[in-house]
C-alpha cells in the first residue's frame, strides 16, 4: 500500500488522481488533501478517503473545514505553511504536486527534502526553478515523476534505455485555435478558449493550450526532467492526441507512446511506477483514428512558444519571468481583462524589461516572480 499526499485534489489533475486511488485501494491510499478554496470538495473528498490531515489555502474558510471534519479523526489547517508542513507526514511516501502554478513550488521542495517522492502535475516548479529542484532530488534520492501526458510518454519510452537521447518530440494538439490568424485570434473569446478539442482540463491550463504556452512551459520542464539541452527538444502538432510523444536515438530509432487522451494513465503511471496496473479506462481502436497526422507548430501566430524557447535558451531567472507573467495574463483574460494577443504581448515586454539574472539563487526566483507579478499587472492596467 502506497500513502500518497495529493496537493490540490479538487482540481482536474486531483479528483481524477482520487478515481485512481479509489479503483485501486489495495495499492494506494491517502495521507494528505489539500485545496486552495473549494472547501466543500475538499470535506467531501476527506470524508470519503479519510486522509490523516486536509489544508485548505484559503484561511478564510478553515473555520468552515474544521467544523466540518470535527469527530472524524481528520486533521483540518490552513495556510500556505501548513502545506508544506502536511507533505512531512512520515505515514506519505509519494506527493502528488496537482497545485496550479507557482504555489507549486515551495510544498514540492519541502517535501523533497523530506525524502517524498514526486508525482509532479505542477510543470511550474520546474519551469521557475529547475536547476534547484532537480539538484535537490538528487541530493536527497528523490525521483521526480512526470504526470503531464507528455513527459509521461518521454519518460516511458525512455524506462528500460541505455542508449544516449538525440532528439525529443513533445506532441501538441494545437489547442483550439490551431490553423487561425491574428485577425481571427484578436476576436477570441474567454468562452471560446476554454473550449479544449481533446482534453478536460482546468481554466488556467486550458488557456495555456490555446496560447501553446503550456507547450512551451512543457519545452522548458522537459529540459530538466530528462537532462537535455534546448536543440534536443522540438514540438510537432497532432491534433488527434494520440501519440503522446516520441523519442529520437542516437542510431535514428524512434519510440512513441500511444492512447486515447486520457489523464488517468500517466497519473496511474507515476504512482504506481515502476509497476503497471490493469484497469477498464476505454481502450485504442485503430480503425476510429485511420490517419494521424503531424504538422509544424506556427510560433509566428502563437508566440508564446517562441518566447519559451527564447527563455529557455537565455536561462537565469528569464523562465521564472515568462511564468509569472503568463500567471498574470491568463488571470486577467479569464477575467475578461485583456485580448488574446496582448497576452504575448505583455509577456515579451516583461522578458524585455525586467532584470536578468544569470545564476539565481531560490531567493532571486521568489523576488523575480514578484517583480514580474507587479510590473504585468501594470502593463495589463494600461492596455
Same mark, same amino acid.
Given at each position: 500500500?502506497?500513502?500518497?499526499?495529493?496537493?490540490?485534489?479538487?482540481?482536474?489533475?486531483?479528483?481524477?488522481?482520487?478515481?485512481?486511488?479509489?479503483?485501486?485501494?489495495?495499492?494506494?491510499?491517502?495521507?494528505?488533501?489539500?485545496?486552495?478554496?473549494?472547501?466543500?470538495?475538499?470535506?467531501?473528498?476527506?470524508?470519503?478517503?479519510?486522509?490523516?490531515?486536509?489544508?485548505?489555502?484559503?484561511?478564510?474558510?478553515?473555520?468552515?473545514?474544521?467544523?466540518?471534519?470535527?469527530?472524524?479523526?481528520?486533521?483540518?489547517?490552513?495556510?500556505?505553511?501548513?502545506?508544506?508542513?502536511?507533505?512531512?507526514?512520515?505515514?506519505?511516501?509519494?506527493? $502528488? =504536486? %496537482?497545485?496550479? #502554478?507557482?504555489?507549486?513550488? &515551495?510544498?514540492?521542495?519541502?517535501?523533497?527534502?523530506?525524502?517524498? *517522492?514526486? +508525482?509532479?502535475?505542477?510543470?511550474?516548479?520546474?519551469?521557475?526553478?529547475?536547476?534547484?529542484?532537480?539538484?535537490?532530488?538528487?541530493?536527497?534520492?528523490?525521483?521526480?515523476?512526470?504526470?503531464?501526458?507528455?513527459?509521461?510518454?518521454?519518460?516511458?519510452?525512455?524506462?528500460?534505455?541505455?542508449?544516449?537521447?538525440?532528439?525529443?518530440? $513533445? =506532441? %501538441?494538439?494545437? #489547442?483550439?485555435?490551431?490553423? &487561425?490568424?491574428?485577425?481571427?485570434?484578436?476576436?477570441?473569446?474567454? *468562452?471560446? +478558449?476554454?473550449?479544449?478539442?481533446?482534453?478536460?482540463?482546468?481554466?488556467?491550463?486550458?488557456?495555456?493550450?490555446?496560447?501553446?504556452?503550456?507547450?512551451?512551459?512543457?519545452?522548458?520542464?522537459?529540459?530538466?526532467?530528462?537532462?537535455?539541452?534546448?536543440?534536443?527538444?522540438?514540438?510537432?502538432?497532432?491534433?488527434?492526441?494520440?501519440?503522446?510523444?516520441?523519442?529520437?536515438?542516437?542510431?535514428?530509432?524512434?519510440?512513441?507512446?500511444?492512447?486515447?487522451?486520457?489523464?488517468?494513465?500517466?497519473?496511474?503511471?507515476?504512482?504506481?511506477?515502476?509497476?503497471?496496473?490493469?484497469?477498464?479506462?476505454?481502450?485504442?481502436?485503430?480503425?476510429?483514428?485511420?490517419?494521424?497526422?503531424?504538422?509544424?507548430?506556427?510560433?509566428?501566430?502563437?508566440?508564446?512558444?517562441?518566447?519559451?524557447?527564447?527563455?529557455?535558451?537565455?536561462?537565469?531567472?528569464?523562465?521564472?519571468?515568462?511564468?509569472?507573467?503568463?500567471?498574470?495574463?491568463?488571470?486577467?483574460?479569464?477575467?475578461?481583462?485583456?485580448?488574446?494577443?496582448?497576452?504575448?504581448?505583455?509577456?515579451?515586454?516583461?522578458?524585455?524589461?525586467?532584470?536578468?539574472?544569470?545564476?539565481?539563487?531560490?531567493?532571486?526566483?521568489?523576488?523575480?516572480?514578484?517583480?514580474?507579478?507587479?510590473?504585468?499587472?501594470?502593463?495589463?492596467?494600461?492596455?
Amino acid at each position: 500500500m502506497k500513502h500518497i499526499a495529493i496537493l490540490g485534489s479538487t482540481g482536474s489533475i486531483g479528483t481524477q488522481a482520487l478515481e485512481v486511488i479509489e479503483a485501486n485501494p489495495q495499492l494506494f491510499a491517502v495521507s494528505v488533501l489539500t485545496a486552495q478554496s473549494n472547501v466543500d470538495l475538499l470535506i467531501r473528498q476527506a470524508l470519503k478517503f479519510k486522509p490523516l490531515v486536509a489544508v485548505i489555502g484559503d484561511v478564510q474558510k478553515y473555520q468552515i473545514l474544521k467544523e466540518a471534519l470535527a469527530g472524524s479523526g481528520i486533521e483540518a489547517k490552513a495556510g500556505e505553511e501548513a502545506l508544506c508542513e502536511a507533505v512531512l507526514l512520515p505515514q506519505t511516501e509519494m506527493v $502528488l =504536486t %496537482a497545485l496550479v #502554478g507557482f504555489a507549486g513550488l &515551495k510544498p514540492t521542495m519541502s517535501a523533497i527534502k523530506a525524502g517524498k *517522492h514526486i +508525482a509532479l502535475a505542477n510543470k511550474e516548479t520546474l519551469v521557475v526553478a529547475g536547476d534547484i529542484v532537480t539538484a535537490l532530488a538528487k541530493q536527497h534520492s528523490v525521483d521526480i515523476l512526470p504526470v503531464d501526458s507528455e513527459h509521461s510518454a518521454i519518460f516511458q519510452c525512455l524506462v528500460g534505455e541505455k542508449s544516449p537521447v538525440e532528439k525529443i518530440y $513533445l =506532441t %501538441a494538439s494545437g #489547442g483550439p485555435f490551431r490553423g &487561425k490568424d491574428f485577425a481571427y485570434l484578436s476576436e477570441v473569446t474567454r *468562452h471560446q +478558449a476554454l473550449k479544449h478539442p481533446n482534453w478536460v482540463m482546468g481554466a488556467k491550463i486550458t488557456i495555456d493550450s490555446a496560447t501553446l504556452m503550456n507547450k512551451g512551459l512543457e519545452v522548458i520542464e522537459a529540459k530538466w526532467l530528462f537532462n537535455l539541452s534546448v536543440p534536443q527538444i522540438d514540438v510537432i502538432v497532432h491534433p488527434q492526441s494520440i501519440v503522446h510523444s516520441i523519442v529520437q536515438f542516437t542510431d535514428g530509432s524512434m519510440k512513441a507512446q500511444m492512447g486515447l487522451p486520457d489523464m488517468k494513465l500517466p497519473i496511474q503511471y507515476a504512482m504506481a511506477y515502476p509497476n503497471r496496473v490493469a484497469n477498464n479506462f476505454k481502450r485504442f481502436n485503430f480503425w476510429d483514428y485511420p490517419s494521424l497526422t503531424f504538422e509544424a507548430a506556427d510560433t509566428k501566430t502563437f508566440r508564446n512558444l517562441a518566447l519559451a524557447f527564447e527563455a529557455l535558451e537565455k536561462g537565469g531567472n528569464m523562465p521564472c519571468i515568462i511564468n509569472a507573467a503568463n500567471e498574470v495574463v491568463v488571470a486577467e483574460f479569464l477575467k475578461d481583462g485583456i485580448g488574446f494577443l496582448q497576452m504575448s504581448e505583455v509577456i515579451e515586454t516583461c522578458m524585455a524589461k525586467l532584470d536578468y539574472v544569470k545564476e539565481p539563487s531560490i531567493e532571486d526566483y521568489f523576488e523575480t516572480d514578484r517583480q514580474t507579478r507587479i510590473f504585468a499587472q501594470e502593463l495589463v492596467g494600461a492596455v
